[in-house]
Structures are given as structure tokens and as C-alpha cells.
């Protein structure tokens, strides 16, 4: 194709073509011209000789312009300048410039211009209210939003199917269900579009069988999914760990012939990682010809989730080689890979990444250093990273108050409870969790009635079976065995093996066998398959004298085929993480996994 600059010349130096030019602007000529542009240096040139040739005013000329504007530009600057030397505007001309804010950003100036458009007396189309409405969806402006869908509905185009599906997204993003709803059952014609929409609403609002029965309709109707409705769809099989219908929904990715969408890849390896299939994830990772950031967070999450926190690292470090930058995400999963393997040097040579990335007062991050610190048992670093925090919301407050409970340091996570709510920090139930084990760390058994009765009076939080394990712990370590068990009668929710184990804990601690065996016969009739209450009971009886019943236990357990798993250490050596099964005198159990 010649270029423009060519063009130009050979424009200028004919006359019959160049008066038609400035005559018939649906000319050949200019129409060709304007299909020769192919970057903002290209349209400059153009602009400049219709300016040159007294033609700059005409409003089909500069809605031309302005639309290429919007298409080659970066920025709205150019095609907002010559919007605003227009003497005249049509719809068509607004239209054009919001569309463009609504691409390029700031979304902020679509919703000016609409309002701006309504104050010169010209009314919005069904071309306008789409990216209005989209416009708010992005800028999380739902109350602005409503009021579009208003003048939608005074317009009478709230049956158009394009202004439908705009809304429909709108409200989904918004976590409007109920909007949503409403918008997407009056509509007579639903696209793909609208499909879509319903259901990433539902999942990102955690609704997954919501979202899954209307994929399940959609299909039924005959409409055909494309790779965003199936990574929509995706999350919601994550959630509800249905990998069956998982592996159907990449099975029909694989029929369409989106399989190679990175997206859907990305959506894929996410759900196979939640599903504890890490092997199929990985095998996704590696026959990625391109992937994206988000297929490197998919997959050091999905290590991290299924106990292969070794693996997690080493693929950052690939990651890092291979130079790929990381954000707050990628962080969040390798600092909880650290804290799962105590790997202290490692933790502090990530800290650092964030440090220069400027990531470091990022909550999410501040709160997974805070507990890997914690894990790795220097509570100093912990608090260090808790104080260095411009502004602390009830989530780090929280995090620190767990790691003091962990290391024992009950007083100390009670005074920074204190403070939390002296400075208007209000708790929520994990706060009241991280108190109790404080207390019960420590033994403080009056402390721990008062907060459980404060938690219940003063903040109306109904204590959960976690409150009441606590509760029951604390109470049993300090001798109250009856007091314990009366709490557990009483209790609001339904006790389970955390809240049965910890009173049973106490009974052995005590020796109390004839409550120990009652305790024991509700566990294992609510858990028959975990070994570690019969190994318990067994020790209870051999302690009391009673060989026969310990004996008893310990032949239930070979016939039912319980085993105890055997404890493990990991041990960090330049990096590397070594991990030794207990009872091996063998160095074969060593596993390095760095590089």
C-alpha cells in the first residue's frame, strides 16, 4: 500500500483530485486516504491539510478524525482537542468521544460527557447507554449506574439486547445479583454476551451453583460458549472442588478449539490445582506456548494449596531467571510456601524482592510475612513488619495477635488486643480465635471467659465450633474437665472432632479415664478413620494400667488399617530443602528442591 505521506504529495499536486477532496469529503480519494492511515503521525498529516484548507469545522470530516483518534492514540488527549474546537455536535460526535473514554480510559470523562451531552439538549441512543453503563461498571460507580438504567428505561430502550447485556454485566461486576436477575430475565433474545455475564456474576460473587446452573441453561438453549464463558465457569468447579465436571468443561474447551486460550489454560491449571491434581496442572504449565503472569501465579498457587511448597519456590526462581516480573499475588503464595516450610533465609531473601518493588506495605503481603515470620519462629521480624505499616486494618491487627499466640507470648497478645481496640480497630471472629488461643496458650482461663462473653455481648459475634475448641482446650488444660464438657453441652453450634479431641487431650493431661472414655466413643463415632484419637485412648489406658483395653484399641487399629503418619523435619541448607521422615536412619529420604 503506499504510504500516506505519498499520497499526500500526489493529492496536493493534482488539482481536479485535490478540489474534489475539498469539495466531497465521501470522496475515493479521501476515503482512501484515510484507509492509508495506519498510525497518530499518519492522521496529524491529514488533520493538517484539512485545517490548511479551511475544511477543520466540518462535522463529517472531524467525526472521522476523532474516530481514528480514538483508534491509534494511547491517550484521548488528540481526539478530545479537536472534539472541543467543533462549533457543531451530533450524537454521533458524542457518541464517538465516549466510546473512546470508555476504550482508553479515563472512564471518569464518559460519564461527564453523557451528563454534558443531556445539558446541550441532545438526547443519549441505544449506541450511547452501552458504554455509560459500562463506563460505571468499570469505575465500581453502581448508584450512577441505576441512574443510567433510569433514563434507559424513560428512553425506552430497556429491550434493546446490547443496552441489556451492558447492564447485565454492569450489575454482575457491581455484586448486584439482584439486578442482575431482574435485567437478564426480561430479556427476550439473550446472547452470549448476557450468558456470560449472569454467570461470572453468580462465581465472582461466590454463588458457584448459581453459576453453574445457568451455564448448565445456556447450553440447554443451543447457545454455543465461547473461551470467556468456560474461564467464567471455571472458578465455580474450583470452588465447589467438582473436578469431574471440571475435566467435562475442558473437554468441550478441547471440541471448540479454544484449549490453547490462555485464559482458559490459566483457568484450567487454577482448578486442577484446587482439585489436588497438581500433575495435570503442571502438564497444562509446560505445553503453554505463551504464558502470562497469571499462568505463573496459577501455578506456584497450585503447589503451594497441595503441600508442595518446595516445588512453589523453586518455580519462582525459575520464574525469576527467565525474568518475568511478579506482582502481590505471586508473592502472597511464595511467602505461604516459605511459612510452610519454616525456610526462615529464603523468607528474608523474598521480604527483600518486596522491599524494592515497593510491595511491602501491601496488607495481603504485610499479613503472609507477619505469619511466615511467625512460623519460622522470629516473632521480632513479625512484629517489625506489623509496626512498619502505615495503616493497619483488623486483618494484620489479627495476624500479629496469632503470632504472639503461637510463640506463647499470651500477655502480649492480649495488650496489642487491647490497643487494637483503643486506636477503633473493630474485631471479627478470627480476632476472637487468635485471642482465645492466646489465652489458652498461657492458661489464662478468667481472661478467656471474659473476652468469649464480650465477643457475644459487645461485638453480637455468634462463637463458631473454632471459639469453642479454643474454649474447651482452655478450660480442659486448666483442670475444669467438668466445666469443659457442660460448655460443650451448651454450645450453639454442633461440636465436632476438634471440640471432642481437645476435651479428650485434657482428659489424658488430667487422667480422667471414665470421662476420657466417654469422650472417645462420641469421636469415633464422628471420625472412625482418624488413628490419632485411638492412638490417645490406648495411651490413656496403658497410663491407668487397664493392658487389656490398650490392647484392645491398638488390634482395632491393625484391623481397620489405621496408620499414624510419621512426622517429618525440613531442614534449610543454601536454600535447599532438605526433608527427613521420622524413624529413617537413611539419607534417601533427603529431598533438595532449589533450582
Not at 490548511?52 to 488527549?77: E, P, W
Not at 465461547?226 to 474450583?238: D, E
Not at 481437645?502 to 479415664?513: E, F, K, P, T, V
Request: glycine share 8%.
Amino acid at each position: 500500500m503506499i504510504s500516506v505521506s505519498k499520497l499526500l504529495k500526489a493529492l496536493l499536486l493534482t488539482k481536479t483530485v485535490f478540489s474534489e477532496f475539498r469539495t466531497n469529503y465521501h470522496s475515493r480519494s479521501f476515503n482512501y486516504l484515510l484507509n492509508c492511515c495506519s498510525s497518530l503521525t499518519d492522521l496529524t498529516r491529514i488533520h493538517a491539510l484539512v485545517v490548511a484548507n479551511g475544511c477543520g469545522q466540518s462535522l463529517l470530516v472531524s467525526t472521522k478524525l476523532i474516530t481514528m483518534a480514538c483508534r491509534f492514540a494511547h491517550t484521548m488527549d488528540y481526539a478530545r482537542k479537536m472534539f472541543d474546537q467543533m462549533p457543531e455536535r451530533d450524537v454521533f460526535l458524542w457518541n464517538t468521544l465516549i466510546r473512546g473514554y470508555a476504550d482508553l480510559g479515563p472512564c471518569e470523562e464518559a460519564l461527564v460527557l453523557y451528563r454534558n451531552m443531556h445539558g446541550v439538549g441532545l438526547f443519549p441512543d441505544n449506541y450511547t447507554f452501552p458504554f455509560v453503563v459500562r463506563s460505571c461498571a468499570v469505575l465500581s460507580a453502581l448508584r450512577e449506574g441505576k441512574e443510567v438504567h433510569c433514563n434507559i428505561v424513560k428512553h425506552g430502550l430497556d429491550s434493546d439486547v446490547f443496552v441489556q447485556s451492558s447492564l447485565v454485566a454492569m450489575y454482575s461486576q457491581s455484586g448486584e445479583t439482584l439486578g442482575m436477575e431482574l435485567v437478564f430475565g426480561e430479556m427476550v433474545l439473550k446472547n452470549i454476551v448476557s450468558w456470560t455475564a449472569v454467570i461470572a456474576g453468580y462465581v465472582q460473587n461466590r454463588y458457584f451453583k448459581e453459576g453453574l446452573g445457568v451455564f448448565r441453561k445456556m447450553v440447554g438453549s443451543g447457545t454455543q460458549p465461547n473461551a470467556v464463558t468456560l474461564v467464567s465457569v471455571l472458578p465455580a468447579c474450583a470452588g465447589l472442588e467438582f473436578v469431574n465436571l471440571g475435566k467435562l468443561i475442558h473437554g468441550y474447551g478441547i471440541k471448540l478449539g479454544v484449549d490453547s486460550d490462555v485464559s482458559l489454560t490459566n483457568a484450567l491449571i487454577a482448578l486442577y490445582g484446587k482439585c489436588g491434581n497438581v500433575e495435570t496442572a503442571r502438564c497444562l504449565f509446560n505445553g503453554m506456548v505463551a504464558r502470562n503472569l497469571v499462568s505463573w501465579n496459577a501455578m506456584i498457587a497450585a503447589y503451594e494449596q497441595n503441600d508442595a511448597s518446595a516445588n512453589a519456590v523453586k518455580l519462582f526462581r525459575r520464574m525469576q531467571a527467565e525474568k518475568v516480573e511478579f506482582d502481590y499475588i505471586t508473592m502472597v503464595s511464595v511467602i505461604s510456601a516459605c511459612a510452610s516450610l519454616g525456610a526462615l533465609n529464603t523468607g528474608r531473601w523474598i521480604h527483600e524482592l518486596v522491599k524494592q518493588k515497593g510491595l511491602d506495605i501491601n496488607v495481603s503481603i504485610a499479613n503472609a510475612l507477619i505469619d511466615m515470620y511467625a512460623k519460622c519462629g522470629n516473632i521480632d521480624l513479625a512484629r517489625e513488619v506489623f509496626e512498619m505499616l502505615p495503616c493497619r486494618s483488623v486483618v494484620p491487627w489479627t495476624s500479629m495477635i496469632g503470632a504472639l499466640a503461637s510463640h506463647g507470648h499470651g500477655e502480649d497478645a492480649l495488650k496489642l488486643f487491647s490497643r487494637m481496640k483503643d486506636e477503633g480497630v473493630k474485631p471479627n471472629s478470627f480476632t476472637f480465635a487468635a485471642v482465645f488461643t492466646a489465652c489458652r496458650h498461657s492458661g489464662l482461663v478468667e481472661e478467656g471467659k471474659r473476652h468469649f462473653e464480650s465477643m457475644m455481648r459487645d461485638y453480637l459475634i455468634m462463637p463458631g465450633v473454632e471459639h469453642c475448641a479454643c474454649m474447651v482446650d482452655l478450660l480442659g488444660r486448666a483442670g475444669s474437665l467438668m466445666e469443659a464438657y457442660e460448655f460443650i453441652e451448651k454450645m450453639p453450634v454442633e461440636p465436632d472432632v476438634s471440640v471432642w479431641g481437645a476435651l479428650l487431650g485434657s482428659c489424658r493431661i488430667h487422667s480422667n479415664l471414665e470421662l476420657a472414655e466417654l469422650v472417645a466413643e462420641k469421636l469415633f463415632l464422628l471420625d472412625p478413620q482418624t488413628v490419632t484419637f485411638y492412638v490417645l485412648m490406648s495411651n490413656i489406658y496403658a497410663e491407668a494400667g487397664r493392658w487389656e483395653d490398650a490392647e484392645r484399641l491398638r488390634k482395632l487399629m491393625e484391623e481397620r488399617e489405621l496408620k499414624k503418619i510419621p512426622g517429618q523435619s525440613l531442614v534449610e541448607v543454601n536454600r535447599r530443602f532438605h526433608t527427613f521422615l521420622s524413624g529413617s536412619r537413611s539419607r534417601s529420604s533427603l529431598r533438595g528442591s532449589a533450582n
